[in-house]
């Protein structure tokens, strides 16, 4: 058990490093810390080292040996936390964290007979910039796979009770009032829709990145090696790294395909908080039970309440994600000039978004975890209101051609309270044939789901 006193995560001024830090799959924050940029940066130095010294001009000057190339991906594979601290500690003296890398690769070149020789090689014709885009880069789709994957855990659940309740009608609400009948099942397949067809975008995004120098017409290089067709090698560095060339840029990549991306998690984020507020008034109306957890406590004063927690925690963390996506997906659209820094503080702040939005997530797979239909509230409200059939008579008597139909059934119905008995007198005073109206004196409430169950176990596209 941890000791309170050591736990570090007390004085965290961020809730994503303590309170929430345990709800964080530990694989995201090896990812979007320091620590994980620090390893991207070192990634991108050694495979772009490796990848210059296969070209046939360079690799004349500066030719790699088998051992050589695992020693330096080995380097990336048991990269350590100690590693990152002495790259930290390098920092400290060159006030420049991606200079702080290639000092580290240096040292260890240094270390080495048959790569002393070629430590200059190191961040060849490379700005920081170059370095840095890559790595949020690769941080970015390897990120994308753990949200969606936790996304897709979500779906199961809401997929699990579409299916359960795919025709167990359900009184709707249009502007809060009772409404034409659905289904439960129905009204999650409406979510569960959204999330896959915004998921799916997500997932389909192209991820671009440069590697062309200080602003981007790789001047150095071409000074250097213009025998070399630096713009189709670098597009195959990129490419063997699974990402797009941006081929136009200024010293820095533009960050259009970056802001897309968030605008994708701001919109999944959106969908998913219209769920939350959806299911957390289905449960005021007592449409839906939470199952009470003996140790949990609801209320501080209350406690009879089962309060609807994990919804309203997702909420709060979907706003804050949507909120943070916008922010910055807006301002990483523009630089001054050829460059400016202002996205370098800011781009440290995705791994915030990303845990926001996999808190929200995670809080929900627990919300939906916890929930059962109140069955016996559900129908007896479909029961009682039998006003709802306003809508299928008026609608019938349109089609019969009956004139002034729908204000007929206004003035019969509208701010009056309505009983079966009520219907029953209204349809049998319509102008109708006896056939259509005994096939309205059959209908329930209840039975007036139309498509409802259909729609529902149709698969997503």
């Known amino acids: 058990m941890t000791n309170i006193n050591n736990d570090l995560s007390l004085k965290s001024i961020s809730p994503v490093d303590g309170r929430y830090s345990s709800q964080i799959e530990q694989e995201l924050k090896d ?14 130095e050694i495979t772009w080292f490796i990848f210059l010294t296969n070209l046939p001009l360079i690799k004349k000057k500066f030719n790699l040996s088998k051992n050589d190339k695992q020693y330096l991906l080995s380097l990336i594979k048991n990269f350590t936390l100690k590693d990152a601290v002495e790259i930290k500690n390098i920092e400290k003296t060159t006030n420049h964290d991606v200079k702080s890398i290639e000092y580290f690769l240096k040292n260890k070149f240094d270390k080495r007979k048959t790569l002393k020789s070629k430590k200059e090689l190191i961040h060849f014709c490379a700005t920081s910039e170059d370095i840095n885009n890559i790595s949020y880069a690769l941080m970015y789709k390897e990120t994308r796979v753990i949200l969606l994957n936790k996304l897709k855990e979500l779906q199961v659940i809401i997929n699990k009770y579409e299916i359960k309740y795919a025709d167990t009608p359900m009184l709707s609400r249009t502007h809060g009032q009772k409404a034409t009948p659905t289904t439960f099942g129905k009204e999650l397949k409406v979510f569960s829709s959204r999330i896959n067809k915004q998921s799916k975008f997500m997932m389909k995004r ?138 370098s503080t800011v781009l440290r702040n995705l791994g915030v978004i990303y845990a926001h939005f996999y808190i929200s997530i995670q809080s929900l797979i627990k919300g939906m975890n916890k929930i059962d239909i109140n069955l016996d509230k559900i129908n007896d409200e479909i029961n009682e209101s039998w006003e709802i059939l306003a809508e299928p008579i008026q609608t019938i008597m349109r089609y019969y051609n009956i004139e002034n139909s729908y204000d007929i059934i206004k003035n019969a119905t509208r701010g009056k309270s309505i009983d079966e008995k009520t219907i029953k007198i209204i349809i049998n005073n319509c102008d109708l044939d006896k056939s259509v109206k005994l096939k309205l004196l059959k209908l329930r409430p209840r039975e007036y789901i139309g498509l409802a169950r259909k729609l529902t176990l149709k698969k997503n596209r």
């Not at 990812?31 to 991108?44: A, C, D, P, Q, T």
């Open 31 to 44: 990812i979007n810390s320091e620590y994980g940029l620090i390893k991207k940066r070192l990634h991108v």
């Open 206 to 343: 192209e991820v671009f990145a440069k590697m062309n120098g200080a602003v981007g017409n790789y001047n150095a290089h071409h000074f250097v090696l213009p025998e070399i067709k630096w713009d189709i090698e670098t597009k195959k560095y990129l490419k063997s790294l699974d990402l797009s060339q941006n081929e136009y840029t200024t010293q820095i990549e533009n960050h259009d395909w970056l802001s897309e991306s968030l605008n994708d998690i701001n919109m999944i984020s959106n969908i998913l908080l219209d769920f939350s507020k959806d299911i957390w008034m289905y449960i005021m109306l007592d449409y839906i039970k939470q199952k009470n957890i003996k140790s949990e406590v609801g209320s501080s004063t209350m406690p009879h309440k089962v309060n609807p927690i994990n919804f309203e925690n997702a909420e709060g963390n979907l706003e804050i994600t949507s909120a943070l996506a916008q922010s910055i997906g807006k301002k990483l659209l523009s630089s001054r000039l050829q460059r400016d820094l202002t996205d």
